[in-house]
């Protein structure tokens, strides 16, 4: 089973975990400013190192995707895996992309940085990301001179990144927060504290789905360990505030809730064209719904977790095996929710 | 162009704000812009942001993230003829793209990358892990993973210590009085100032 369908530690309130570490070469210009010929030799030294090492093999357990052989849908999947950023999705940005087979870790080479490794976990599950996240990274290290300075840690070209070059990021589901209105007061902390606060998909996307993204801003001036122990903590007081926001909501209008998420179920399992929004939205009933314990039969988590890597346009089509049209994607997602919903038992049927 | 205020919506409208002799022009979407017509200098968040330290709420730089005083301080001649001698960045095109070009480029822009890290780090020097940490023994990932397991059990353990009581407190403080809970407020102030005592 691939990571992102299966539960994670607080996989109520967080979906998932995502550590990302940033290093350089040390004798290369960073990507903006390097020539084709700088290029393809960084490329090489990168890619044939990683293969130099243990963690490699077998090598079957990895798949080292060259961008520019991929159309645009094939890396607009990758991306709704959050496995592309979005400036990949452009032409000339990126050239490799080295993942596992359970595509929990992999390795962007020559993005905004030359080495960009992402580990992600289901759940709240920061030291299992890092912990994989700086395997990888050590092991480059021990091989290749990254760039640093004892000043500034390791160099990346955005002084954003600068220092430990680690963001980490935890996806959060907060309908009781937001619902209840709390979670406005809580961006504008968080944001003075130096934490970035978005929505699903990333720098400006907004929020759908009850869903937000809570990542470290801060790299430098903090060690490594400061940086996953502040955001675990901090998540770990947000988990707590969410619990207390839905008891809120329960007791407010139990009735009026479960309404809410019988309709949305009545929708999920009876459309027959839906958009992606709208069904974000809905399946965020249903989970909602779940944690409460208002729904439980002939519905789970996993099924949830499923939907929700699906459902994307280019993973529908991928689904599909072939390019469709909007109306066809709307109705390809309506059959594929009626049919998970549907259940093992009632399936057979 | 993307908002300088929320980072997220396209900027469509160009403002003027000053204060204290300080100008800064911004690049603002409609809410934004909005926002900022009805409150004038009143609501100080807002305002306050572009004038203080403020965290980046992008992964990018953006022209507020530069700030005033790294303009006003270095000369406009000097700045613009400054090119990194390893890979050729120009002062310009860090301005432009928010990005150096390689390493050396710390050192050259040194002056005006403090300044930056300023505003968007919270220190300007590293204290985290040195490269090839693996590297000292045979063993030596396996010591590592042992090395890192340990201090990330520690993240759990040490939430719960006075000085991260103390962060929370002040969150839910600051949530209190801004939700006009006073009676909460008061409670938590009390609690603050015993831990702090
Ligand atoms: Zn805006
Ligand atoms: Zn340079």
Redesign the pocket.
Known sequence: MAWYIENGPKQETVLSTRVRIARNLQEMPFPNRMNPVQESEAEKLIENTFLSLDMSKPRTNWSIVRLEELGKMQKLALAEKHLLSKRMLEPGCGKTLIINKAENLSMMILEEDHIRVQAMSAGLDLAKAYKEATNLTFNLEEKIPMAWSDDYGFLTACPTNTGTGLRASVMLFLPGLIRTDRMRYMTDILGKAGYAVRGSSGEGSKIMGYRIQISNQLTLGLSEEEILRDLQHLVDNLIEKEEESRIKLLQADKLGLEDKVFRSRGILENARRISYEEAVNLLADLRLGLSLGLISEGLSLVSLNRLDTNIGNASLQQICGKALIDCELDESRARLIREELKGPDRRTR | MI???????D?SIQMRLTRNGETIDLN??P???AKMQTVGGALPSLFDSFFSPSWPSSDHLTPAMFGLDFDREQGQLHRQTKACPVCGQRYEDFRKTGLLGCAACYETFKPWLEQVLKRVQRDTRHIGHRPGLAANTESSSEDVNNKNQKDIEGISAKAAEPKDKLSVLKMELSQAVEAEDYHRAAQLRDQIQGLEA
């Open positions: 908002c300088d205020q929320c980072n997220v919506n900027a603002l979407c809410t934004c812009a």
